[in-house]
């Protein structure tokens, strides 16, 4: 991924998705530490994610989102309105009871 996930690149980044849809069973998305994401970025990766269980595929973040992936997280409201999936992609965190 590069280092600037944003609106202006999201088509980009659509198109590699899209061609790794095609080709694997299991994608594991990296994202750099100090990448600079939007909610372009977010609304990309969700809707990949929900395609991805669809077709029975694996789509899956290498690492737990930070830096500004997690505070758009943060900003847009979607950690708080987190299920038990959500936070197990975005955060990894498993849940215990």
């Given amino acids: 991924m590069p280092d ?3 609106i202006r690149n999201v088509s980009e980044l659509y198109s590699k998705f899209t061609d790794e849809f095609h080709s ?5 998305i990296s ?3 100090g990448a600079e994401a939007d909610l372009s970025f977010v609304q990309l ?3 990949s ?3 991805a269980k669809a077709k029975g595929k694996t789509f899956k973040l290498s690492s737990p989102a930070s830096g500004s992936v997690l505070k758009v997280l943060e900003r847009a409201g979607f950690i ?3 299920d038990h999936e959500d936070a197990k992609f975005w955060l990894h ?3 215990t009871l």
């Fill in 49 to 51: 994610r929900r395609q």
């Fill in 80 to 82: 708080e309105s987190f």
């Fill in 45 to 47: 990766i969700e809707s």
């Fill in 4 to 6: 600037v996930l944003s």
């Fill in 24 to 28: 694997n069973d299991t994608i594991i």
């Fill in 93 to 95: 965190k498993e849940v």
């Fill in 31 to 33: 994202i750099p530490e």
